[in-house]
């Protein structure tokens, strides 16, 4: 907030707060939780790709050795 004050308006000062300290907490809250959402989505994604990954290797791996699927 320091570098571009006109920020904390977006964040209420001035409409909402008057104290720019409050505008600098929404700013922040907004911030942290788009990180946040934007990291638990991207960790489920990648552990939902990895257990599919550890549950189809063996079961391919068998349908290849027993005949019925074939080696690409």
């Known amino acids: 907030m320091f ?13 909402l707060f008057s104290n720019q ?3 600098t907490w929404v ?6 939780l788009a990180i946040g ?15 599919g990954f550890c549950t189809a290797y063996p079961v391919n791996w068998w349908l290849i050795k027993v005949g019925i699927k074939e080696p690409m």
């Open 21 to 23: 300290i409050y505008a």
């Open 3 to 15: 570098a571009l004050p006109s920020i904390a308006v977006i964040g209420g000062m001035g409409w």
């Open 37 to 51: 959402i934007t990291f638990q989505l991207s960790a489920w994604q990648i552990g939902t790709m990895v257990a």
């Open 27 to 32: 700013i922040a809250y907004v911030v942290a």
